[in-house]
């Protein structure tokens, strides 16, 4: 009830008449503009490729990422090979790509999407769409009696005030950075002294970053990839979430898709349904790219006591299977799945049984990613990658000095990893928290400011990131990003009860079953969270997981 009368002001139900009408006026161009920018980013990243019929120019790519080039060119009738921007294709160039000047060539058309640089320069340019999605926010704040667009997305957090936002960024900025300069500094002597590279560009720094993982662990993505194909790691996902919260989960072939990737699944317990979803995982021509969640159906009794079962769109864009073999899955993409799956589970598994706080629903923003990251963490434990791996060909288990191999590199530039998605949240939240009408933020300003103080990566003066930053400004983490890192905090803290009593526990499990993916959104997150784990989230617990020395008590 408090959180339907919260949006109920939200929704602007308390203003007179003319600002009623002003504030659906705002609405409904934020709709339309979210949409151009959206479209604007897919439009450009379709329209560009690299046509190359020399395969000596493609030196150093996986022989996955070769036969996807070769099949992208045939769908556009061409001889030879096709790079696109979607990440499957784009990826593999950053990492393996020997041609530096083709990095360089691909890095540009991709930093520059939908943006006055670039290949397309103008074509699709986001920059005004950005303005005026900006200008709106700060006006339907303001109409609502907020200072800023930052105040109105804190109204549906669970973070209090701009402030606590700030002070967590930094602090983790603050313990973050110097490890970040000294792995980055590693890694330009590494570049240097080994590859005679005197300037590392930032064309270069996934692709050293990648020799220099391979030297000091000996092990790569395309190592591993033998032994995650994407059926054995789905049916091996779906192993870890029966065991974890007493649930079944069994394919429905009979019922019709949208395509022949996507399938059909049923969740019981107790030997009752209890929810349905659809996986779609591999990319195709049209298909929006990256990964998602979505939700089709939620958990709804109406008022004659009939109960509606949840159901949810789940989609990837894995490497599709290429002529009769099967798609083979970096680890990264297994996490990615886990991850996605934990948003699924905390849609389908809820017991939440009206509408508006069922599941997601209801779900504070940056408490929405805990069950997200928390389910990732399976993707790092011995026990349960006995469950998702084994080799596509043989059958034969993960061998132990893979696996060996595998948790050692775990936090290999972990500092340099967190202050990058500490420089996207910063930017997002001081784009919207200092706005003003006299002084409108510019996003391309405001990403350079940050990046001065925090990241340890030059990039270069034709980067234009904002214009494709489609997480805030055509999805639903404007002034929210942060979400990502608090909730990081919340997983890691929560997960450090599994390891205490063991990652299949069956009263963990069920604790954590009922504290959070049952609730949905019907209690405050920090109740749900100290119900399951007895105290308040702690920084600590993220900053040992990702490997970074600095010692805090500050809770989340």
């Not at 339907?4 to 002003?22: A, I, S």
């Not at 450009?44 to 080039?69: C, F, M, R």
């Not at 995982?281 to 509606?308: E, S």
């Amino acid at each position: 009830m408090e959180n339907t009368l919260r949006d109920f002001r939200l929704g602007g139900v308390d203003l007179p008449e003319d600002q009623k009408k002003q504030y659906a006026e705002l609405s409904r161009e934020l709709a339309d503009l979210s949409n151009k920018f959206s479209d604007n980013v897919l439009d450009a990243t379709q329209h560009w490729y690299k046509h190359i019929t020399d395969v000596n120019e493609l030196s150093g790519l996986p022989e996955s990422a070769l036969e996807g080039a070769k099949q992208a060119a045939e769908q556009k009738e061409l001889d030879g090979y096709v790079i696109t921007l979607d990440f499957p294709s784009f990826f593999p160039v950053m990492t393996y790509g020997d041609n530096r000047e083709l990095r360089r060539e691909v890095y540009e058309a991709f930093v520059t999407r939908a943006s006055d640089q670039g290949p397309d320069a103008g074509q699709w340019d986001n920059t005004p769409v950005m303005a005026e999605i900006l200008k709106r926010r700060h006006a339907m704040a303001k109409l609502l009696g907020f200072d800023n667009y930052a105040e109105l997305s804190l109204a549906t957090k669970m973070a209090r005030s701009v402030e606590e936002v700030l002070d967590f960024l930094n602090q983790l900025a603050a313990k973050s950075k110097p490890q970040a300069e000294k792995e980055f500094a590693e890694l330009q002597a590494f570049a240097k002294d080994e590859h005679g590279v005197d300037e590392l560009q930032a064309w270069d720094v996934g692709y050293y970053s990648e020799k220099l993982r391979q030297k000091r662990y000996d092990i790569s993505p395309e190592t591993l990839r033998p032994w995650f194909p994407a059926d054995k790691v789905v049916g091996g996902l779906f192993n870890v979430a029966e065991k974890l919260f007493n649930v079944q989960i069994e394919e429905k072939p009979e019922v019709e898709t949208w395509h022949a990737d996507a399938k059909s699944y049923c969740i019981s317990r107790d030997g009752e349904p209890v929810a349905w979803f659809y996986l779609d995982p591999y990319a195709r021509q049209g298909k929006r790219g990256g990964a998602w969640m979505a939700d089709c159906r939620v958990r709804w009794r109406n008022q004659r006591g009939q109960l509606q079962l949840p159901v949810a769109f789940l989609t990837c864009n894995f490497t599709p299977p290429v002529k009769g073999k099967p798609s083979l899955l970096t680890h990264d993409e297994v996490t990615t799945l886990f991850h996605e799956f934990g948003h699924g589970l905390h849609h389908m598994l809820t017991q939440v049984d009206v509408m508006d706080v069922s599941g997601i629903n209801g779900v504070a923003w940056d408490a929405v990613e805990l069950p997200s990251q928390f389910l990732e963490n399976w993707c790092w434990d011995p026990e349960s990658l006995a469950l998702i791996a084994s080799h596509h060909e043989t059958g034969e288990p993960l061998p132990k000095d893979l696996l060996d191999k595998l948790l050692a590199a775990k936090n290999f530039q972990s500092g340099m990893a967190m202050v990058r998605q500490l420089e996207f949240s910063l930017f997002d939240f001081r784009l919207h928290a200092e706005f003003t009408e006299e002084a409108p933020t510019n996003p391309l300003d405001m990403h350079r400011k940050v990046r001065e103080e925090i990241a340890v990566i030059e990039a270069p003066e034709f980067n234009r990131f904002p214009n494709a930053f489609s997480h805030i400004f055509a999805g639903g983490y404007a002034a929210g990003y942060y979400s990502y890192k608090w909730a990081e905090v919340l997983a890691a803290d929560a997960f450090s009860l599994f390891e205490e009593k063991g990652i299949f526990h069956p009263e963990t499990g069920e604790a954590f079953l009922a504290n959070i993916l049952e609730k949905g959104g019907s209690q405050e997150p920090m109740e749900l969270f100290k119900a399951f784990r007895g105290r308040e989230p702690e920084v600590d617990a993220l900053l040992k997981q990702t490997g970074i020395s600095g010692n805090s008590n500050s809770a989340a």
